[in-house]
């Protein structure tokens, strides 16, 4: 029995750790910069690179699922988050930057190319993995493509995350397009380091059954 609740234990704190993340997004005050709200503080969020503009209370970044798959990342951005358009159409180096090292960020697209012309996002030195993607409230399209560090839309939608702890975020833009936006998010600064009373639980499960282990053998 004491077994048996030590694995239960163990699979209670591992399942604890690995749910979706609620993110903390970005609110873009002004076309260079933001800032995000987490439990440790704010962080300061700028842009800079490419012609850019702020747009406020749009899109709706809906719906959920095309942002958010619930497995990863819990909630897609809100329209009150507003959003940073780009047109593209330059090798120029873009580069966001935090005001401190942030876990695992993710950033949300949002209308990437459209039906007759694929636009792309070229990262640097950070790959993207793809979280969630799909229609939009707006304009209908689909999911973003990933391949290797690039990220392309014919109007496309979706969340990618960057594993890893970043400091700053660089791509290329270099296809024009009308306008296609976007925003960043983190799971709090410490996304990465599991909460205190899951680790305690995790622990002690595998404490327990280790213990049970030896009885068992002793026995």
Avoid: C, H
Avoid at 3 to 16: C, D, E, I, R, V
Avoid at 61 to 75: C, K, L, M, R
Avoid at 113 to 118: E, L, Q
């Amino acid at each position: 029995m004491t077994f048996k609740l030590a694995l239960a234990a163990a699979a209670l704190a591992a399942s604890g750790l690995t749910q979706a993340a609620t993110i903390d997004w970005n609110t873009w005050s002004s076309a260079t910069g933001g800032s995000i709200s987490t439990s440790s503080g704010p962080i300061a969020v700028t842009f800079g690179g490419e012609s850019s503009a702020l747009v406020t209370a749009y899109p709706s970044w809906g719906p959920s699922a095309t942002f958010a798959d619930g497995t990863i990342v819990a909630n897609a951005p809100s329209s009150s988050n507003n959003i940073l358009q780009l047109t593209g159409g330059s090798n120029s180096v873009v580069t966001l930057t935090f005001s401190q090292a942030v876990v695992d960020p993710v950033i949300a697209i949002w209308s990437l190319g459209a039906g007759d012309n694929t636009a792309s996002f070229d990262f640097i030195g950070a790959k993207p993995v793809l979280v969630a993607g799909g229609s939009s409230n707006e304009y209908g399209g689909g999911t973003l493509v990933v391949s290797g560090n690039d990220v392309s839309g014919t109007e496309g939608n979706g969340t990618v995350e960057f594993l890893g702890s970043y400091t700053s975020i660089s791509w290329t833009n270099p296809t024009s397009e009308y306008w296609y936006g976007f925003d960043v998010g983190v799971a709090g600064v410490a996304a990465a380091v599991p909460e205190p009373g899951s680790m305690g639980l995790l622990l002690a499960g595998l404490t327990l059954v280790g213990l049970a282990a030896r009885r068992r053998q002793k026995g």
